[in-house]
């Protein structure tokens, strides 16, 4: 039966709607246990990440890093995160000591291998795209599986997580699947679990063709079903199967549950690991990984996005009669959220993700991600060494930012105070062309420069509604976006890097298509394939604590 996309991809407005959630797993004890459990205002956080003495504050990432998973290897801890319409796809980080992360690299070079939607001439993924995967390693090599809710499943292996990374396989090619996670069972047989979204919820468990690439015809268990069900893991952890998922009850939100079982195959008994804490931003989705001093500890974001997209923190784990209790063991023997701890692993660096470049190398740093699949002739590196060189084109539709096919992003941070600042020579814009310093997520936010009749005009734009700056006289200007825990950015535009003058309204940094608000660089033009800018340098400095 065909339906109207937007509303089968928000799965929490699809199982409001169904009304058979209320029969879902419900605690009465959960808004009693979320009165009784700190939980600081959501997003005062002046402190964050690793502390400097010993100890960490939750969130580790104020940033938008939804649908984890985490593994360790060695003394490394690797984790993956969900990037929707953003290229490359599957964003992976790397820490020492689960705390301090830093972006390694991404799987996915090339997104029309899953669709030609997700190309710059279509940009028709908005809040679907590369949804939620598993990271394992496994015979040497790093694999991870991923989830899009229109294409099936895919996978990728590497011999090093950094890269570089094969093209993607698709393992099945079906629509309304998501949250897939491999498993090698202790004879090497491989596994993989996934819900279909769009049947009730059913989560099923396949068999891997031995070169993990495929499934093996015929072969499917149901492992479980039910209204919400979502975020699957597999492990086998002292002789017992457990199955990690979150499910949503709209009565109380969304929750850890696990099965488990000495068999594969079941029977499987089940029950609640965490509370669903509204007021924490619902902690659900991510990976259990355990150090080598046999400690536990469950790496989540949280599912309730803001602004800033779905954060991620670093939760304990307590294991209780077999069953892993995720934060603080409450009553029932159900996990609260917990804001702070010991580090689980002392004297590493501090460190924290990338954000500054000065366009000097041969590659794009690592924290970058276009807005789909770009054009690959309309940016270059070596056509003025020392700058990002775009060129623009015409959007799909005119004036509207989020079908231009030429915009480079980044996350934003929810700290204190974050300052971004582009540095751009504008001299070679055509009439009719755009460019500069943007933020979006369901609304857009401008400032640069627009050249209309042969005169280049500096503005501020919020969605379609412009406020004029000054003619610029100059080819060299520099425009920024400042922000902080309240998300209110103001932009400025300078003519000496040095002295910035305010231009425009707040813009309230937004979320939207699953998505926090980012901030980017951009360019095009509404008459014509013509003009370019050069960047010279990008900064975002932001407050650590």
């Known amino acids: 039966m065909d339906h109207d996309a937007k509303t089968l991809l928000n799965r929490r407005e699809f199982v409001i709607a169904a009304g058979a959630a209320a029969a879902m797993t419900f605690d009465p004890h959960v808004q009693a246990a979320e009165r009784a459990t700190f939980t600081p205002q959501w997003g005062d956080w002046v402190r964050w990440g690793d502390q400097g ?86 015979k040497g090599k790093y694999r991870v599986y991923f989830s899009t809710p229109h294409e099936g499943y895919f996978m990728s292996t590497a011999g090093n997580p950094a890269g570089p990374w094969e093209p993607l396989h698709c393992v099945m090619r079906a629509d309304g699947w998501d949250d897939c996670c491999p498993f090698w069972d202790d004879d090497g047989q491989g596994y993989l679990v996934g819900t279909c979204f769009r049947d009730g919820y059913k989560t099923w468990l396949f068999k891997l063709t031995p070169d993990g690439r495929g499934l093996i015809k015929g072969w499917q268990i149901l492992l479980d079903e039910g209204e919400g069900r979502e975020a699957n893991k597999l492990y086998k952890i002292n002789g017992w199967y457990y199955h990690l998922f979150s499910e949503y009850n709209p009565h109380v939100g969304r929750y850890l549950m696990m099965q488990r079982s000495k068999q594969l195959t079941g029977p499987y008994e089940k029950r609640q690991l965490s509370y669903a804490q509204r007021r924490a931003h619902e902690p659900n989705q991510g990976g259990l990984v355990q150090l080598p001093d046999r400690a536990w500890y469950f790496f989540t974001h949280h599912g309730d996005g803001d602004w800033e997209g779905r954060c991620a923190s670093l939760l304990p784990v307590t294991w209780v009669d077999g069953w892993p209790i995720v934060g603080k063991v409450g009553r029932n023997n159900i996990g609260q959220m917990v804001w702070s701890g010991r580090m689980p692993v002392t004297g590493t660096p501090h460190v924290t993700p990338q954000t500054d470049d000065d366009f000097s190398g041969p590659k794009l740093r690592v924290q970058w991600e276009w807005n789909y699949q770009p054009r690959a002739d309309k940016w270059s590196l070596t056509q003025r060494p020392g700058y990002l060189r775009l060129h623009a084109f015409k959007p799909l539709e005119t004036d509207n930012l989020k079908k231009a096919g030429n915009t480079l992003t980044q996350r934003v941070l929810r700290t204190s105070r974050n300052v971004v600042t582009l540095e751009v020579d504008v001299g070679d814009m055509a009439n009719g062309q755009i460019a500069g310093l943007c933020h979006y997520s369901g609304d857009c936010c401008i400032i640069g420069a627009r050249r209309l009749n042969g005169i280049t005009t500096i503005e501020w734009a919020h969605n379609r509604s412009v406020t004029r700056g000054p003619v610029l006289q100059s080819r060299r200007m520099w425009l920024r976006s400042t922000w902080g825990l309240d998300g209110r950015s103001r932009m400025a535009f300078s003519l000496d890097g040095k002295s910035f003058t305010l231009l425009g309204d707040v813009y309230q940094l937004g979320w ?31 407050a650590q604590a």
């Open 512 to 542: 939207a298509d699953y998505r926090g608000d980012r901030i980017g660089i951009f360019t095009y033009n509404n008459e014509t394939e013509a003009g370019y800018v050069d960047c010279a340098s990008f900064t975002y400095r932001y």
């Open 53 to 138: 003495d010993g100890t960490y504050c939750n969130p580790v990432l104020p940033s938008d890093y939804s649908a984890l998973d985490c593994i360790r290897v060695g003394s490394d801890f690797y984790a993956i995160s969900s990037t929707f319409q953003y290229s490359p796809g599957v964003i992976i980080i790397h820490s020492k000591d689960l705390v301090n992360w830093r972006i390694l690299g991404h799987v996915a070079d090339d997104l029309t291998q899953i669709s030609a939607e997700l190309n710059w001439d279509r940009m028709n993924r908005y809040g679907a795209g590369i949804w939620a995967g598993a990271i394992r390693h496994h």
